[in-house]
């Protein structure tokens, strides 16, 4: 197993950027898939962002693609979300999930492990 921290989280202005980070511990993030997901107020947590456990495949919503990028850092057992030319309807909480894998997940029924979330907030 693995226990997730996000971090990142922030109020930015339309048009800007952050960038999310979620750091893993234990000894297996290496044999994880990754996802970021997210979830605002009445809706369902969907999924943003996923990368495979070498990092060599990604999937992205068609919401995001263009302007948001995962990556991964095993060696720092890390995996980030960054995000550009953000919008007022990106606000959400983000979550950071694992699971171990070779393949690249994007239902949250697929993971098993969940970071606790972080707010973004994108203002108009």
């Known amino acids: 197993q693995v226990q997730l921290v996000e971090s990142g989280g922030g109020l930015v202005q339309a048009g800007g950027s952050l960038r999310l980070s979620c750091a893993a511990s234990?000894?297996?993030?290496?044999?994880?898939?990754m996802g970021w997901f997210r979830q605002s107020p009445g809706k369902e947590r969907d999924v943003v962002a996923a990368i495979n456990w070498t990092g060599g495949r990604t999937y992205y919503a068609d919401s995001v693609k263009g302007r948001f990028t995962i990556s991964r850092d095993n060696a720092k057992n890390t995996v980030y979300l960054q995000m550009n030319s953000l919008k007022p309807e990106d606000t959400a909480v983000y979550y950071c999930?694992?699971?171990?894998?070779?393949?690249?997940?994007?239902?949250?029924?697929?993971?098993?492990?969940w970071g606790q979330g972080t707010q973004v907030t994108v203002s108009s």
């Open positions: 999930a694992a699971r171990v894998g070779v393949g690249i997940y994007s239902y949250t029924s697929q993971y098993d492990q």
């Open positions: 234990g000894r297996t993030f290496s044999s994880c898939a």
